[in-house]
């Protein structure tokens, strides 16, 4: 139980252009999606908190205005990297706290999206 | 600032032999402690969660936590090749974002 997908696992853009990742948790709800980035040899850099049905939390440094995130229902969340720079490149996971149970607290991640900005 | 320490390695045993990898935490209002497994270019993957001190066991692997040291480690017995990963360690209040330390890569030979 407890799987977490995104979709998609790979994707290359131009600069300039814009890119989503989806988020879904399968077998679960989840009230509560975390965005991460991670550049290469480097930890996970938390980006964001998405609670569904209210606006994302941003950590500090993370333009909300280019990473767009909507959690419109209890098993998806979207990332959306509005005008995708090569900066932007890097793997974007997704993790999700299963609402209620005896595993209350643990995150489930996703299996990440390489983003390449070319 | 909450932190979360661990050593980066890389951390070389042989196969069969007991690994050992530590972490330390900065906020004293962690609930949660976890375990994470990375293999390169793939995504963490749960491995032990610890809520309590004291020690918690699942197969190979054993986690410790003190919270009075502020301090987390995870054993793991009889390492096999496949253990060759870098284990990050995170911490959290409840419900909220984990807090990962930078990994410590662990390298298995046989």
């Known amino acids: 139980g407890a799987v977490v997908s995104q979709h998609p696992s790979w994707v290359i853009c131009k600069s300039g252009t814009s890119v989503k990742i989806e988020c879904r948790s399968l077998d679960f709800q989840a009230t509560t999606m975390f965005w991460y980035r991670q550049f290469p040899k480097q930890s996970l850099m938390l980006m964001a908190t998405?609670?569904?049905?209210?606006?994302?939390?941003?950590e500090q440094g993370v333009e909300k205005d280019k990473f767009l995130i909507n959690h419109a229902s209890l098993t998806l969340s979207t990332l959306t990297v509005t005008s995708a720079h090569p900066e932007d490149s890097s793997f974007y996971i997704c993790?999700?706290?299963?609402?209620?149970?005896?595993?209350?607290?643990?995150?489930?991640f996703g299996p990440g999206t390489r983003l390449t900005v070319t | 600032q909450k932190e979360v320490e661990q050593n980066s390695g890389p951390l070389s045993v042989p196969e069969g032999a007991i690994a050992s990898l530590n972490c330390t935490y900065s906020?004293?209002?962690?609930?949660?402690f976890f375990w994470y497994r990375q293999y390169s270019g793939k995504s963490p993957e749960l491995i032990m969660s610890?809520?309590?001190?004291g020690d918690k066991e699942d197969g190979r692997f054993t986690a410790q936590l003190n919270k009075a040291s502020q301090y987390v480690s995870l054993l793991i017995r009889d390492s096999q090749p496949s253990d060759s990963a870098t284990y990050l360690c995170a911490v959290n209040q409840a419900g909220t974002a984990l807090i990962f330390g930078k990994g410590t890569t662990l390298s298995v030979s046989s």
């Open positions: 610890i809520y309590s001190n």
């Open positions: 906020d004293r209002g962690s609930q949660s």
């Open positions: 993790s999700a706290i299963a609402s209620g149970g005896a595993v209350l607290y643990e995150q489930y």
């Open positions: 998405s609670n569904e049905g209210s606006k994302a939390t941003y």
